[in-house]
C-alpha cells in the first residue's frame, strides 16, 4: 500500500444522522464500509455549500478532483482508479438524537485536560501521564469528573496519598464536568476537518467517538 493511502486510512470521518445532526467519528474503513452497502451519503463542503453523494457519483467525481485539485483531499488508492477521503458522511436510515452526556471515561479526561498535568502545568505523550484523585480514596476521593485529573508520573509520586494542600501543590485548573467532548478540538483545530464546523459549533450535544 502507498504512503499516500494509508495516510488517507489513518483521516477521521464525521457522521451525521439523517437529520444532518452529528452523532460520531468514525475511522475511514468504517465509512467506506456504509457507503458501499448504501447506508449512507457522502456530505462535500463545496465552495461555501454542501453537495451529497452516493457512493458511485462519489467515486466519479474523484475523478476529476484527482486531476484538477490533487493536494486538495487525502486519497485511498483501488486497483484502478483513486478515491478520496470523504470528511462528512450522512446516514440515509438512521433517526436516532446524538448522545448529550460526555461518557466519564479515561479518554475523555486527557481531552478534556488537553494532555497536560494538572499540577505543573506541563504537556506529556499519553504514555507518560496518568490519573489522579485530587482527594484520594483513602480520604474518601470519588471516582467523579470534579476529583480526577491528569498527572505527570513526577507530580503523581510527589503528590502520594494526600489532597493537594497537605502535598503543597496546587491545581493548574479546577477540574470540572465538560459540556463538550475535547477532543473534537484536536480534530477542529486541523484544517482538512474544516467542514465539520458548520455541524459543530452550533451542536449542544457531544459527538461520541467509536
Known sequence: ????????????????????????????????????????????????????????????????RRRFEPNGHDWISTVNFYVAVPRIIRLLFYDRLPRK?????????????????????????????SLDHVVPRSLGGKATWENIVCACMRCNVKKGGRTPKQAGMELFRQPVKPKH??????????????????????????????
Open 1 to 64: 500500500m502507498s504512503y499516500e493511502s494509508q495516510s488517507g486510512l489513518n483521516c477521521s470521518v464525521l457522521v451525521l444522522n439523517k437529520h444532518y445532526m452529528a452523532i460520531r467519528i468514525i475511522g475511514v474503513k468504517r465509512a467506506f464500509s456504509l457507503l458501499c452497502r448504501d447506508l449512507a451519503e457522502v456530505v462535500s463542503y463545496e465552495g461555501g455549500a454542501y453537495a451529497n453523494y452516493d457512493f458511485r457519483s462519489w467515486c466519479e467525481v474523484c475523478q476529476f
Open 101 to 129: 452526556d460526555v461518557k466519564f471515561n479515561r479518554r475523555n479526561i486527557f481531552a478534556r485536560d488537553r494532555n497536560r498535568c494538572q499540577y505543573c502545568g506541563k504537556h506529556f505523550p499519553t504514555s507518560e501521564l
Open 181 to 210: 467532548n475535547g477532543l473534537l478540538h484536536v480534530h477542529l483545530g486541523h484544517d482538512r476537518y474544516r467542514s465539520w464546523k458548520q455541524f459543530l459549533d452550533h451542536a449542544y450535544w457531544s459527538v461520541e467517538l467509536k
